[in-house]
């Protein structure tokens, strides 16, 4: 069965740090991109951060960049966001999702149950 | 960046009705588009990829539709389980940016 389960999240206060962890089975992991999204309370959708099977090509959304980053290990098929100088606008549900490539096109096409992070005093 | 609108922002419908959502993007993005259900406390789920290829497993009733700037989702026959929140996000460049959302209600 596939499963990505995500981990680690809970309430920080502004300015600490907090390490999310996406646990994967069910498929080759070492083959795939993988993503980061989030949801805040009552919002939309936001990209955060792919990295491709080699950890050779990462990228962050412009809101994160320099307080984030993404990390892999395959032998211990694991997705990692280390987050640090957290913010309130942080405040969100984190999702890890398989990024699928086909022909160029790219979508995330399973997802975690989500870990709720929260960043207050 | 790419900027994603989506609408209407949301709309009431009955079971059967043919509903179709829009997304228009700040600049071509050519068929680089994907579509996303999400219901209340659960994980989105993929309806759509390459703007008009069904995900394995969606039914028929969703189809994808558009190229270029404005492209649509349609659900051909509304039933009971569509009631949700769909977004569009592009996937042409990075940041893959998502439209604000399209929620389906009970009309």
């Known amino acids: 069965e596939v499963q990505l389960v995500e981990s680690g999240g809970g309430l920080v206060k502004p300015g600490g740090s907090l390490r999310l962890s996406c646990a994967v089975s069910?498929?080759?992991?070492?083959?795939?991109?993988m993503n980061w999204l989030r949801q805040a309370p009552g919002k939309g959708l936001e990209w955060v951060s792919s990295?491709?099977?080699?950890?050779?090509?990462?990228f962050y959304a412009d809101s994160v960049k320099g307080r984030f980053t993404i990390s892999r290990d395959n032998a211990k098929t694991s997705l990692y966001l280390q987050m640090n100088s957290l913010r309130a606008e942080d405040t969100a549900v984190y999702y890890c999702?398989?990024?699928?490539?086909?022909?160029?096109?790219?979508?995330?096409?399973?997802w975690g149950q989500g870990t709720m992070v929260t960043v207050s005093s | 960046d790419i900027q994603m609108t989506q609408s209407p922002s949301s709309l009431s419908a009955s079971v059967g009705d043919r509903v179709t959502i829009t997304c228009r993007a700040s600049?071509?993005?050519?068929?680089?588009l994907n579509w996303y259900q999400q219901k209340p406390g659960k994980a989105p789920k993929l309806l759509i990829y390459?703007?008009?290829s069904l995900q394995s497993g969606v039914p028929s009733r969703f189809s994808g539709s558009g190229s270029g700037t404005d492209l649509t989702l349609t659900i051909s026959s509304l039933q009971p389980e569509d009631f949700a929140t769909y977004y569009c996000?592009?996937?042409?460049?990075?940041?893959?940016?998502f439209g604000q959302g399209t929620k389906v209600e009970v009309k």
């Open positions: 996000q592009q996937s042409y460049n990075v940041p893959r940016t």
């Open positions: 999702a398989r990024n699928y490539e086909n022909r160029r096109y790219y979508y995330s096409d399973i």
């Open positions: 069910g498929f080759t992991f070492s083959s795939y991109s």
């Open positions: 990295i491709d099977p080699s950890s050779g090509y990462i």
């Open positions: 600049q071509n993005i050519t068929n680089y």
């Open positions: 390459a703007a008009s």
